[in-house]
């Protein structure tokens, strides 16, 4: 009933920039937080940003300064701005989010930051 859906991914040369969009359907009341995660080939899927409705947010270190996580409560819509990107920041990327304390994921976007 839930579903969380991502664009916005594509190629982009090193040092450019990026929007990943996320939009929220099924629900009521805001996904709360909303996350966007990665996951490169071969490696575990890591935890990129968070974000709650009171707009705290939270990054992993690798991608701190780079990327910024924001929300539209109203439309239920996460995005992350990727500045500054590298061949290292390549990976399908995917938006989560908790609705009544049950976590639902987006079906991925991918990046592709060329050297």
């Known amino acids: 009933q839930v579903q969380l859906v991502e664009s916005g991914g594509g190629l982009v040369q090193a040092g450019g920039s990026l929007r990943l969009s996320c939009a929220a359907s099924?629900?009521?009341?805001?996904?709360?937080?909303m996350a966007w995660y990665r996951q490169a080939p071969g490696k575990q899927r890591e935890l990129v940003a968070t974000?709650?409705?009171?707009?705290?947010?939270n990054y992993a270190d690798s991608v701190k300064g780079r990327f910024f996580i924001s929300r539209n409560g109203v439309q239920n819509t996460v995005y992350l701005q990727m500045n500054s990107l590298k061949p290292e920041d390549t990976a399908v990327y995917y938006c989560?989010?908790?609705?009544?304390?049950?976590?639902?994921w987006g079906k991925g976007t991918l990046v592709t930051v060329s050297s």
């Open positions: 974000i709650t409705t009171d707009g705290t947010t």
């Open positions: 099924g629900v009521i009341f805001s996904v709360n937080p």
């Open positions: 989560n989010g908790r609705y009544r304390d049950v976590p639902y």
